[in-house]
């Protein structure tokens, strides 16, 4: 567990993608969360659909250093993933990576 003084990276994305891919879309992100959590370095990895907007998702993805996000983004699942979600009309995405502090578990 981190405490609040270590540094980690962040990810927090927005995924806008028509509404008639939107269920595709939920799968897959559904999908990658037990294939990231237990990756060495995550702390932890939220896939989120919006409740006011059905095909608007957020991801949120904590990383305890860049060595660990660039494994996590070089690994075959990642690329899977990430070949299927672009079978999709993704219609926007925004993502910031973030050098954060503060609790990233439960104690």
Not at 17 to 39: C, E, G, L, R
């Amino acid at each position: 567990m981190n405490s609040s003084a270590d540094t980690y990276l962040s990810i927090v994305g927005t995924y806008r993608v028509d509404t008639a891919d939107a269920a595709a879309f939920a799968s897959i992100a559904a999908d990658s969360v037990p294939a990231t959590v237990n990756k060495p370095g995550c702390l932890y990895y939220i896939a989120s659909r919006d409740v006011n907007e059905p095909g608007v998702f957020h991801l949120a993805e904590g990383w305890a250093d860049k060595a660990a996000l660039d494994a996590h983004t070089s690994s075959p699942d990642f690329h899977a993933m990430l070949e299927k979600a672009m079978k999709l009309r993704i219609l926007s995405r925004e993502i910031y990576i973030s050098h954060s502090q503060g609790r990233t578990l439960a104690p």
